[in-house]
């Protein structure tokens, strides 16, 4: 296997560190300015499109589509990886290039099943950055890790879908420009488990779509939200319908793989964003005689992290390398694995910096505590731990099994 960069990936990577370093890493104490003046939590604020434009003008948009050079670079997620690791290091930088989640995934999800019709509708605008959207799978009632477990019904009714249900944890869906709501319920609880569930399209603006309340995660009200929503008789075009009637499990594995890669690889950039600002405080502050650098528990701290990036690295490498070669399917194993590793590496290293910065570490000074909350909460999206080291144990297991 082969983890070298593309040329092309090679050269958007140089673009992109020049693009970060001029614009977004700047833009930083603009878009918190621009926040804390709007007194809203969900403001959007004028410095991302300001940095959108940049991006496009740059040709760093939409790097994330592995499926189609239509729309994109047509990027393989070996390619993608290291470029996707780069955008981990802002909050900024994922929606300056039209690569955030979630709606990466509902782009997946329109490209790949789609009609024209909804690609027309709802896809373009979300290519252009137009507007966001929202999944709306989780569940406060039932296990939502089991994807089965999901009780919204999805009912026809004459040339209409009639929707029922009570999600939360929706990502984006406290966002005004939230236009579009990719819902997954329940088609026909008779049939087969796994081919119980469909997909459908709801506009966020339907009137019988209600956001009961944003949840925060560990305190911070992220600008995208976290939301309570209730669907109460949501009705809607027979057209809306994603993909087929009972392929919602399906639809939402081949979306969750890409997600939980993104995800790792973003983390990683987050890391090594956290263990630049330790190692710079390190070397910047004294204490009892000498600079904190100069420290062997300091020392061996920045060891670990180095060591622990690395590992991290190469086992999601291995991953968008096996999803390249061998398909999402085949690599589930190996994604699994770095949805388990990396987001706990990821937060021991953002632990480490923010226990070197004492306490401004845990303030608003820094960006360590919030992405220390990020980390935490992504050991749970996407699937708990629990979930992603059963099937990697299943895996194992496999290969000893008697016949």
């Known amino acids: 296997m082969d983890f070298a960069l593309s040329p092309k990936a ?16 700047p833009g930083e104490a603009v878009y918190h300015k621009q926040m804390e003046d709007a007194g809203d939590p969900h403001f959007h604020a004028p410095i991302l499109e300001e940095l959108k434009e940049e991006a496009k003008a740059r040709g ?40 955030s989640a979630p709606d990466t995934g509902n782009m997946e999800l329109l490209t790949m099943f789609g009609t024209d019709e909804q690609k027309d509708q709802w896809l373009e605008p979300l290519l252009n950055g137009e507007i966001r959207s929202a999944f709306l799978m989780t569940e406060p009632a039932v296990a939502s890790s089991d994807a089965t477990n999901i009780q919204t019904s999805i009912e026809l009714d004459g040339d209409s879908w009639v929707i029922n249900g009570h999600k939360w944890f929706i990502s984006g869906a406290a966002n005004p420009r939230c236009q579009l709501g990719i819902v997954m319920g329940k088609t026909d609880p008779t049939a087969a488990t796994h081919l119980q569930q469909s997909m459908i399209i709801v506009p966020m603006q339907h009137p019988n779509l209600k956001v009961i309340r944003d949840l925060t995660v560990f305190g911070y009200n992220d600008r995208e939200g976290h939301c309570e929503v209730i669907l109460d008789n ?19 594995q081949a979306r969750l793989g890409p997600g939980r890669i993104h995800h790792c690889m973003r983390s990683i950039g987050a890391a090594e964003r956290a263990l630049e600002l330790l190692c710079r405080r390190a070397e910047g502050r004294v204490a009892f005689g000498s600079a904190l650098s100069e420290k062997g528990v300091v020392q061996e701290t920045i060891a670990n992290c180095r060591i622990e990036i690395d590992q991290a690295r190469l086992l999601t490498l291995h991953a968008a390398w096996l999803m390249d070669t061998v398909g999402n399917k085949q690599a589930r194993g190996s994604i699994s694995a770095i949805k388990v590793a990396v987001p706990m590496m990821a937060s021991r ?11 401004a570490g845990m303030s608003q000074d820094f960006p360590l505590a919030q992405a220390y909350a990020l980390q935490r909460y992504l050991r749970l999206a996407d699937g708990p731990d629990e979930v992603h080291r059963g099937v990697v144990a299943k895996l194992e297991l496999r290969k000893y099994r008697v016949a």
């Not at 090679?10 to 890493?25: G, H, I, P």
């Not at 910096?353 to 306490?359: F, I, L, P």
């Open 10 to 25: 090679a050269e958007l990577k140089n673009k992109l560190e020049a693009f970060m370093t001029q614009r977004v890493y």
């Open 60 to 99: 760093l948009w939409n790097l994330f589509l592995p499926h189609t050079t239509k729309w994109t670079e047509g990027l393989s997620n070996l390619d993608y990886a290291p470029l996707c690791e780069i955008l981990g290091r802002s909050v900024l930088a994922p929606e300056a290039l039209n690569c």
């Open 234 to 252: 949501v009705r809607v075009p027979k057209s809306n319908l994603l993909g087929e009637i009972g392929g919602g499990f399906a639809m939402s």
């Open 349 to 359: 290293v953002i632990d480490r910096a923010m226990q070197v910065h004492g306490g």
